[in-house]
């Protein structure tokens, strides 16, 4: 998936090359500031490495991260914790690259060119390739007895659990209980004997609900995700509104405010990981410092004050609107600094922190052994099931407010009411929390019930 995604980008960076209209642009349209239409050849290339990239990442997102996670053995208690940190680090990295790309990058695209902007990802991530596949004789492998993927897997174990009530007993004969038959050991394990000891339907039934236990969780952060899309869209187009201006000869783009949620994250991850945990480390005795449901609770807890800080600047924004006699001239800035909005973006980054590592750590850890890779496929569907949600409010309430004459989101902002929206999605992040409190507080972790069986076992 890494040599795919370097394709991609690499189709991206060649797409700039191919000429544009051809006959249809002539030197004098060029001359007198028309813009050439693109060619049919060099759309289609477009399109075709945007979408190669997108499915590259699909299946490198999820996988890379687990295959990581996978390199510490969670029976080791150093190397549990050391795991529990690389969650922390992998994001920080993530953050790190993004800060760069916004400052940087979009600085190369517009006064430079695509076609550098598109070939320097590309060269880092055939850097990257070449870093991963230097370590392949180091890393750490299971062997599975399943020859089938993870999807089919997943299928198997969740149409053996709709037809539970047909299914052979789930416990196994007592002599067979406290009598295992003897397999040799892997080289390496981490835990992964309870998915190598399931038989047949049994172990599927397992699995599926150790799948479908995960969903009130998965559930109750949706109105989460809804909250962070706004961090990208109606964010910026506030910004765009505003006096970006710093000093007399810089103008802030809209869009480099979303850096501040990328610095924040890169900022305080350490901090967590080095002061943070060590000390709740103390008091709790939990190795991560806090349980992950807990870090994924604090950050939504965060989101939620983003969402009403959000409200209240732009209620003072539409009324400076007002006060300045700018409520029908959208293209005049709003007497109002940017730096208004940059506690937003701080507090969406320190949610970060907690809920999007808390809750990687947590769809790998809590799913069943053999089906981590789908546990972070399913941390991800919850921001493109969010963003989905978030783009049907939007439709829904556009419509159903336009038609009273006073549309929430207007073209022109200084007659919207983002603030109407924002404080909406603080009153259902406010219910979501509740919900997730009351999930969170009953939910079981998947290793304790390991340790009893374990302890089982034993007395056997």
């Known amino acids: 998936m890494l040599a795919a995604t370097e394709e991609g980008l690499a189709m991206l960076a060649f797409s700039t090359l191919i000429s544009t209209g051809g006959n249809q642009c002539s030197s004098a349209a060029v001359a007198g500031g028309k813009t050439c239409p693109p060619s049919t050849l060099r759309v289609a290339f477009f ?28 029976s080791d208690p150093e190397e549990s914790v050391s795991r529990s940190s690389f969650f922390n680090w992998w994001y920080f990295g993530m953050c790190g690259g993004t800060a ?31 870093v991963f596949l230097l370590g392949t004789r180091t890393y750490r492998y299971y062997v599975s007895g399943s020859k089938k993927g993870v999807v089919a897997r997943a299928g198997e174990a969740l149409a053996a659990w709709r037809n539970r009530a047909k299914s052979i007993p789930l416990l196994p004969p007592a002599s067979q209980e406290c009598h295992p038959t ?12 309870e998915d190598e ?16 236990r995960l969903f009130p969780i998965w559930a109750t952060c949706l109105i989460y995700a809804v909250a962070l899309a706004q961090s990208s869209t109606f964010f910026t187009k506030q910004a765009g509104t505003l006096d970006r201006r710093i000093g007399d000869h810089i103008q802030v783009p809209p869009a480099a405010l979303q850096s501040f ?48 800080i959000a409200a209240l600047v732009e209620t003072r924004r539409l009324r400076a609107a007002r006060d300045a006699g700018l409520v029908d001239k959208a293209g005049v800035p709003v007497p109002m600094s940017l730096w208004w909005m940059v506690p937003q973006y701080v507090l969406f980054g320190a949610a970060d922190v907690f809920t999007m590592v808390g809750l990687q750590e ?39 407010t336009a038609a009273r004459g006073g549309s929430w989101f207007s073209n022109n902002l200084n007659r919207a009411h983002l603030d109407y929206f924002y404080w909406l999605i603080a009153a259902l992040s406010a219910l979501e929390l509740l919900a997730y409190g009351y999930f969170a507080v009953t939910f079981k972790y998947k290793n304790k019930n390991k340790g009893a069986l374990l302890a089982t076992s034993t007395s056997c």
């Open 47 to 74: 399109y075709i490495s945007l979408y190669m990239v997108a499915v590259a990442q699909g299946g490198h997102k999820p996988c890379v991260q687990a295959f990581g996670a996978d390199q510490f053995d969670p």
């Open 197 to 212: 000891q399931v038989v047949g339907k049994a172990g599927l039934v397992e699995q599926a609900k150790g799948i479908v």
């Open 182 to 193: 003897a397999t040799s050991a892997p080289e390496f394990s981490t835990g992964v004997e």
């Open 362 to 400: 947590f769809f790998y850890d809590q799913v069943p052994d053999k089906l981590r890779s789908l546990g972070l496929a399913l941390y991800l569907s919850i921001f493109g099931v969010g963003s989905f949600i978030s783009s049907a409010l939007v439709s829904g309430i556009d419509r159903a």
């Open 100 to 130: 760069v790309t916004l400052v940087f990058l979009s600085y190369v695209q517009d006064n430079i060119g695509w076609g550098l902007g598109f070939g320097i990802p590309c060269v880092v991530m055939a850097c990257a390739l070449a």
């Open 261 to 308: 949620i990328s610095i924040t994250i890169v900022a305080i991850i350490p901090v967590y990981d080095r002061v943070i945990v060590p000390v709740a480390r103390r008091y709790t005795g939990v190795p991560s410092g806090i349980t992950m449901l807990q870090r994924i609770g604090a950050g939504m807890v965060l989101s939620l004050v983003s969402m009403v």
